[in-house]
């Protein structure tokens, strides 16, 4: 999964604007949840399986750049690369939001994410087979 | 409870217009959430407490009329008019929608919910304070 | 369009489940605007050439009735049936929501919207095209 | 406005928890709206004059840190201290997210919103008024 990144294509939706005809920026972080959900099931790792291996993802910080609109009923293209942290502790998801039709770069962003074992009250090391599936090529 | 409808000030925010600049139909159901867990907290009756008694409460039906839009920064009343059926395993939370300035109607609605035991997967009769509270005159 | 119902396939996305660890109602009426917009776009009516005529299509009723969860990850299949009426001013969509695995019925609903002119203020007739795609057999 | 961080209490809802309990990760910054909304019409420059006077505020960047869960039905405050740029094109929000019972820090955060001229198509100076009101001692 190193190297080439995760490309999620979404259409823009109507709930999704605002007054300004426009994405509502907060939206953007919706759709890099649903990009990082096909990322990791494409992966062979979904995030259910995780989840059934009794441990939760929560967010810890995230980050996002706004360069140009997405507009209402636009395809748009979401960009996702993950990237596991030395300690196996923590996942960095690194966007990039592109235009479909000419792959203009709407905006960058980046989510990161930590292994937390709900029973412990406390991080962990990610499992054995996500370290393999985020350490091989993809 | 019975009797004076309960009710819940609130102002259209800027992420629930679309861009047609009013509020996107969808939100109402959001305010009725609101409206609702005010009108049981003000009650003496929290939904959470509802829910750490080992019940929780599933909308089963909702339906809403639309009259005229409700516009971004206004201030709206929800008004809630709780009622228990008579074997009391179900309220219907009645809604009427009005613009504050002028108490105009913007929508009227109603949202039922049923009492629900989730170890026991099936619908079960309200607690004996739901039932004292949502019998007794408001 | 009319006769056969059009399908529209979808997943429950995690920030549409609440603490019961199932979808939560309000998003059901998400699902029917992006079946709407996707039974319109395949009958060759896309929502945005509506606007782009200079109409509007806001909702003026709707309800559902919830008869099974849908849980996160799930897959689901929403069904719309649209009705134009005899004035050919409201379109109502029927809806049911499956579960894509064994077609169990999880909801049923409907929308009604209006043809309206803003600049007019008030609601007028459908444009000749859309009576044409809605009154032919899909 | 200078100096003491607006204020805005705020009461976390049903329909902002996911299945771990705890308020999703992306509505933090629906609060961060909310609480902007509140410190700029507290300051006595409303969002809707802004918009109503020919300009937008388009976000351009945002990035959160969490820290603790805040958790359904608590109360929360959202702490917002505006900052405006040396240029006076952009306004910097920064924010903490503290649990209102002990003041416990939750998130820390940031907001950047440019001030724009859709006619012309680009970022603009800050209107008059608002200079003032971002300059003074609050």
Redesign the interface.
Same mark, same amino acid.
């Given at each position: 999964m190193t190297g080439t990144p995760h490309r999620f294509l979404y259409r823009v939706?109507?709930?999704e604007? /605002?007054?300004?005809?426009i994405a @509502?920026?907060?939206h953007y972080? /919706?759709w890099f949840? @649903?990009a990082r959900?096909e990322a990791l099931r494409d992966a062979g790792m #979904? &995030?259910?399986a995780i989840e059934d291996g009794g441990l939760?993802l #929560?967010?810890?910080?995230?980050?996002? /750049? &706004?360069k140009e609109?997405a507009r &209402? /009923?636009e395809e748009i293209i979401v960009e996702t690369t993950p990237e596991l942290s030395a300690s196996t502790v923590r996942i960095s998801c690194h966007y990039r939001v592109l235009k479909a039709e000419n792959e203009q770069l709407l905006a960058t962003g980046r989510v990161d994410l930590c292994f937390f074992d #709900?029973k412990r009250g406390r991080p962990v090391r990610a499992p054995e087979k996500v370290v393999k599936v985020l350490s091989s090529p993809s």
């Open positions: 939706r109507f709930r604007c /605002d007054p300004m005809g @509502y920026h907060v972080l /919706d949840e @649903y959900t #979904p &995030y259910k939760t #929560p967010v810890t910080h995230l980050e996002i /750049d &706004y609109s &209402y /009923d #709900p």
